[in-house]
């Protein structure tokens, strides 16, 4: 979508229009409100735009010949290694230049050689979305693609699977908790053509990795939810144009003092998770119009983890994208660029205040004004949030979408083309996936769901999963990560099925597994979460474990949780888990054949 114009057949005719006579019917709802936790942000007593002084105000970045912005000569102190990086050869130019053509002609063992060109591999790739995996899968690389809303298509989702294909064991593909595609194998000689190759499906890997605007994330169910509020698609469409200027860079902010993520709320639900994102859209009327209100500052990080704010703003439906340019332009110019772990947005919220910061993002609006925030959103914080996977009948007669779990979001090549092949045969091509590492099968023609639903690969990714394991979330671990302490994929499966094996819930329970703090799985949000560490067992050894967080929540009801039991070893967490689903969750003990006399 390119125009205002595009956008109105996807606008609600009214905030009526969402309402429904169901069970899940929404009262008139309260401002969303989040706070911040686990360090108290100044953003509470916000002091006014003129408590700042005029120099903290001035950008610290320029651009310079060829549309790049670079850090001014004045504010180089005190860098972290990944500034210092970018200033030595600007990432964006191994695509802009064409340089990557020339580095992928190069043998590993020369690339290491040379400064410049090892920084490439290991740091500027991260900005066409490739993360070498140098510790453990040496001269392979993960690539992350850009797929807006989590929508793509059997054709795309064919030429991924070919892609992976040809690298056998050392190829395989991850859902991420961006609705995003994560493929595992890509050697650099093969570079140049797959992104061609992703250019002919409509698909782009283009800054998707460091400081660089994340995936945006919509409704799974936009446009087929006959409860949705509005079709969030076009909305994430257009802003992963802005970001990505479709797909040819948009180098106005590809230097950003750090990552930034962007949703766009459809449903009383909340599948977007708003509250961890930097800039939020929530659905808002005002003065008999559509539109948003917008949450900012959202974020989870080794050190500190924070709820989005109100930036008491409002937004027309058909006029997103100026206010999201002037956030990123804020953050861009005024960000600072030290420590690594206070370089997020919510930490410059933190420092100028929010109505400083208000005040920043509307000097940068196209006429200078930034409108105050409706007075109510349109999300009913008593709703009860439901639960996509399964058959659901669209809001589309005689149509419905099939919810499929995939076990921590791990699919090989074979997976992948019977994935496109069931989308083709039993809907109209098309596949959705999750935040939950899970994919929706929409517009399944109703007299065709029991055919899909005895289809062998749903033996696999099942539309009827256990209470357990539907909820569970699971990083990429040191399979794969350099970063990841503990293997997480396979040991999360693992402990769901031992616990299993001890209990019985009553209900589903989110359990994510994170490798490492920096929590891409996002363990504060779960019922209970596991962050790997390393501590010493009953033996003295030093072994692979976890720290437990217990009692975050999603939806409207949100809540960022803290550390319940610090290094359990991952040996010791089945029992442990078993008595916490009992105490905390209403689970009930199996009888256990050992149990028995």
């Not at 990714?461 to 990429?476: D, E, I, Q, R, Y």
Request: aromatic share 6%; glycine share 8%.
């Amino acid at each position: 979508m390119s125009s205002s114009a595009s956008l109105q057949s996807f606008l609600p005719p009214s905030a009526h229009a969402a309402r429904s006579s169901s069970r899940h019917r929404p009262s008139r709802a309260r401002p969303f409100q989040c706070a911040a936790v686990s360090a108290p942000s100044s953003s509470a007593a916000s002091p006014s735009a003129s408590a700042v002084p005029a120099e903290r105000l001035e950008p610290r970045v320029e651009q310079r010949e060829g549309g790049y912005w670079v850090l001014k000569e004045k504010y180089r102190t005190s860098l972290n290694p990944q500034e210092k990086v970018k200033l030595g050869k600007e990432p964006m130019a191994l695509f802009t230049e064409g340089g990557i053509k020339e580095l992928a002609k190069l043998p590993m063992e020369q690339i290491d050689t040379d400064k410049l060109t090892k920084e490439d591999v290991d740091v500027r790739l991260k900005w066409l979305g490739l993360f070498h995996r140098r510790k453990q899968q040496y001269g392979r690389f993960m690539m992350r693609l850009k797929l807006p809303n989590g929508v793509t298509t059997s054709e795309q989702t064919r030429y991924l699977a070919g892609v992976i294909e040809k690298y056998g064991k050392e190829g395989c593909a991850d859902v991420t908790t961006r609705q995003n595609w994560q493929i595992r194998g890509v050697t650099l000689p093969d570079v140049p053509e797959i992104l061609e190759g992703l250019r002919s499906v409509g698909l782009t890997s283009l800054q998707s990795g460091m400081d660089n605007v994340r995936n945006p994330v919509g409704s799974p169910l936009a446009g087929i939810d006959p409860l949705e509020i509005v079709d969030t698609r076009p909305y994430t469409n257009l802003l992963s144009s802005y970001i990505t200027n479709n797909s040819e860079g948009n180098l106005a902010i590809t230097n950003l003092p750090r990552k930034w993520n962007v949703c766009v709320i459809g449903t009383h639900d909340l599948y977007e998770h708003p509250h961890i994102n930097d800039l939020a859209y929530m659905p808002a009327e005002k003065d008999g119009k559509f539109g948003f209100n917008l949450l900012v500052g959202g974020f989870i990080s080794p050190k500190r983890w924070g709820e989005a704010l109100p930036l008491d703003a409002w937004v027309p439906g058909d006029d997103i994208i100026p206010v999201c340019k002037a956030v990123l332009e804020a953050f861009r110019d005024l960000g600072t660029r030290g420590n690594r772990q206070k370089t997020r947005m919510m930490w410059l919220i933190d420092e100028l205040g929010m109505e400083a910061f208000r005040s920043e993002i509307e000097k940068r609006m196209p006429n200078g004004v930034l409108e105050r925030a409706a007075a109510e959103d349109l999300i009913d914080k008593k709703w009860e949030r439901r639960d996509y996977l399964g058959v659901h009948p669209q809001k589309q007669e005689g149509l419905s979408f099939v919810g499929l779990h995939v076990p921590v979001g791990r699919l090989q090549a074979a997976d992948m083309f019977e994935l496109a092949r069931l989308a083709d045969e039993y809907g109209s091509g098309e596949l959705r996936l999750t935040v939950e590492q899970n994919i929706v099968l929409p517009n399944v023609r109703n007299d065709k769901v029991e055919a899909l639903l005895a289809e062998p690969l749903l033996e696999k990714f099942s539309a009827h999963p256990s209470l357990l394991m539907k909820g569970l979330v699971a990083c990429t671990g040191n399979q794969f990560c350099g970063q990841a302490i503990i293997e997480t994929k396979a040991r999360a499966l693992q402990v769901t099925r031992d616990v299993e094996a001890r209990v019985s819930v009553p209900r589903a329970v989110r359990m994510h597994w994170t490798g490492c703090p920096n929590s891409c799985a996002q363990v504060q949000v779960a019922d209970i979460g596991f962050m790997g560490c390393l501590t010493k067992n009953s033996s003295g050894k030093i072994v692979e474990a976890a720290d437990i967080f217990v009692g975050g929540r999603v939806g409207s009801d949100s809540h960022l949780t803290g550390v319940y039991k610090k290094a359990v070893p991952c040996e010791d967490l089945v029992p442990i888990v078993a008595d916490l689903l009992v105490e905390r969750f209403g689970a009930v003990p199996r009888e256990r054949e050992e149990d028995e006399e």
